[in-house]
């Protein structure tokens, strides 16, 4: 008997993977919640704290941004969907490999940055310079770094933050403002850590795109409008037009060429019968020439 309830036992064990259910992680509202991958589970409350790791190329299919890797941290479930939080990313270990040569310096930061909506995150950007710099250099390098990442991050929310990181044009800014220092070849940062979510709600600026949008569609109406206005005067000149290039087609007619070519085809053959004469009488004198010398000759 005691056999045969640690056998049931066993069975029941083994079972328990039955009563797992699978969730779909959703990515947050910066990637428009889009679907990350699925995951098991046997009670919700299990997932939250949960970290997946995706890249970019996954997301958005650009197979140009596959060496960037997300981190999301998964918040809270809800209908059988598990709702994430952007935990950070960073640059795949052979992107950097390929970058970082000999006979180059690397110079690296990490600052602690607050924006506007009240997040708290760590960034670590890197620069590469072409040769071996000084370390007074490298000091101004990291100045630079420092106060355009400060500068950046004060002015905008954490989501305009990390769409500039990921394009790269934050990078792009400190590799503008190097130029005044030293010449820098590459910039990019390559790890970010969200160490406090934001606290304050703010809005992003969006207004003015919609009315670049709508501007557009009022000018078209406007000329829809006016274009009606046109075609009528388009006719009429059409109109006043014809009979104009009829008279004037009237006196060119083909007589008067005819007469040119018929004035100058019977001088053609006048000039060709001259020649003609011209010619026979030629032959005729060589030919009384040759007789009166064969004479004298006799």
Known sequence: ????????????????????????????????????????????????????????????????????????KIEKIQDGNAHTQFNGHTLTSDYLRRMIRRRK????????????????????????????????????????????????????????????????????????????????KRVEIYKTEIKRSPSIEVEEKKPPKEKEAEEPKETDKKEKKEKPKKEPKAKEEKKTKKPATKKEDKPKKEPEVKKEKNTKKPAKRKEDKSKKELKSAKEKKEKTNSKKQKKEVK
């Not at 428009?32 to 939250?48: G, V, Y």
């Not at 299919?61 to 596959?66: E, L, M, P, S, T």
């Open 105 to 184: 310096s690397r110079v690296d930061g990490v600052y602690d940055v607050e924006t506007r909506d009240g997040a708290y995150l760590r960034v670590k950007p890197f620069a590469i310079t072409e040769k071996r710099i000084q370390n007074s250099q490298k000091k101004l390098i990291r100045g630079v770094m420092k106060e355009t990442i400060t500068k950046e991050g004060k002015t905008k929310t954490l989501n305009e933050f990390l769409i500039d990181i990921l394009d790269g044009k934050i990078g792009s800014e400190i590799y503008k403002n190097c130029k005044k220092f030293y010449p820098v």
């Open 1 to 72: 008997m005691a056999k045969a309830r640690a056998r049931t036992a066993a069975r029941k064990v083994k079972d328990k993977w039955r009563a797992k259910n699978w969730y779909q992680i959703l990515a947050p509202t910066l990637f428009d919640n889009a679907p990350i991958s699925e995951t098991l589970s046997d009670k919700p409350d299990n997932l939250i704290g949960r970290v997946t790791e995706v890249s970019l190329q996954d997301i958005t299919n650009d197979f140009r941004k596959a060496h960037i890797k997300l981190f999301f």
